[in-house]
C-alpha cells in the first residue's frame, strides 16, 4: 500500500490530542490536498482502557495506519519520531495547533 495519507492525532473532544501521538484515541486521516477521508477509532488509544505499555513502539500505529506518510500531534517521543523517519519513511509533524482543521492547513500551508 502507497503511504500518500496525513495522520492528525485528536482527542474525543474533537481537538488535537494533548499527549502522544500513539494512545490518541482517534486519528483523522486527510488526503493532501486537505480533504477530510476518514475518522480512525485507535484500539491503543487511552479512550480504550489499555495501560498504553507500547506507547514508545511505533510499529502498531503504523501497522494501524498503513496509508499514512505523515503522522501530525501535539506530542510524540524523540526516540518514536527518529524510528518513524529512519525506519519506516514516515515524517512525524510536532505541532502547537490544537484543532486537526488548523494543523492540516498549517502543514499544508508549510508544503506550498
Known sequence: MERTL???????DGKLWQGHFGIAPTYFL?????????????PYGAAAGE???HHDDPK???????????????RMGDRSRRNL?????????ITTETTPEAAIRHFLGEQS
Open 85 to 93: 523517519a529512519e525506519k519506516f519513511g514516515i515524517t512525524p509533524i
Open 51 to 53: 495501560k498504553h505499555q
Open 60 to 74: 502498531l500505529i503504523i501497522d494501524l495506519l498503513p496509508e499514512c506518510r505523515v503522522f501530525i500531534a501535539r
Open 30 to 42: 486527510y488526503h493532501p490536498d486537505g480533504a477530510l477521508v476518514e475518522k480512525r477509532a485507535n
Open 6 to 12: 496525513i495522520a492528525i492525532g485528536v482527542a474525543t
